[in-house]
């Protein structure tokens, strides 16, 4: 689904990215981790081609992405950061994706379970954090891509619509998709990756299960198992 190869990326002398290799197969869910500011937003927006590489490949669905846009298509990206234009109103906003996307998109169902009706009239810039997180997933989640990358979803949720997004990235499992998310919630974490990548200094220093990981650190559970890997690193 996912090959990435030597790949390296500089902001001025800040030296992000340093030789990261990866191959993701196709269907399951995968978690990106790593401290603040070790590239993960970067690794994404790297596959995605919003940020250009100093050096390396990758290929999507068995397409180099250099110089390629179409493959972009397939992705339901959902940002860690939303910039959505303030005076827009929700349902407008959901129009011209779908009009962007030149697709079906099945929205209806997502603003049942969000409960997101009462806010469709109004404008984006007058919403709460939490309610702007729902437009978010709802615009990522309204089509049908094989493959979903979320940069924390879970950002400003309350536990119900949390659990409909768990439901929903699931669901997207079961359908054979591949789901690469990024979270700083451990239980999150835990509760859905089938298999962790961890960024660490510019390269990816573990790539497996959560099993596989606490044998690795020897910690039992996954929270210090995490922990572990970043204090171990503040030594050297
Ligand atoms: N567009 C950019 N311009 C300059 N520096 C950037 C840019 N994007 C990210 N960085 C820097 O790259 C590093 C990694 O950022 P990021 O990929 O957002 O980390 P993470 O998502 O793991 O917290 C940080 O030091 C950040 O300041
Ligand atoms: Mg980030």
Not at 201 to 221: M, P
Request: glycine fraction near 10%; avoid cysteine.
């Amino acid at each position: 689904m996912i090959k990435i190869q030597g790949l390296h990326k500089k902001f001025g002398k800040n030296q992000v990215l340093s030789g990261v290799d990866l191959e993701i197969d196709k269907g399951g869910i995968f978690a990106v981790l790593g401290p603040n500011g070790s590239g993960k937003t970067t690794l994404i927006k790297s596959i995605l081609g919003m940020v250009v590489p100093n050096k390396g490949s990758i290929s999507v669905l068995e397409t180099n992405i250099k110089n390629s846009w179409k493959y972009r298509q397939e992705i339901d990206y959902l940002p860690q950061i939303a910039n959505f234009p303030g005076n827009l109103r929700v349902k407008e906003l959901i129009r011209m994706i779908k009009d962007l996307r030149r697709e079906q998109g099945n929205e209806e169902r997502l603003i049942d379970l969000f409960g997101m009706q009462p806010f469709l009239d109004k404008k984006l810039s007058t919403l709460s954090g939490g309610t702007k997180q729902k437009v978010n997933i709802l615009l990522t989640f309204m089509f049908d891509g094989p493959l979903m990358i979320l940069d924390e979803p879970t950002t400003g949720l309350d536990p119900a619509s949390l659990i409909r997004l768990k439901e929903l990235i699931l669901e997207g499992k079961q359908k054979g998709k591949t789901i690469l998310i990024t979270s700083h919630i451990m239980r999150f974490v835990e509760e859905m990756a089938d298999e962790i990548i961890y960024l660490l200094e510019g390269k990816i220093y573990f790539k497996g299960s959560i099993e596989e990981l606490k044998n690795k650190t020897g910690q039992t559970d996954f929270e210090h198992a995490i922990a572990d890997i970043s204090i171990n690193s503040a030594d050297v």
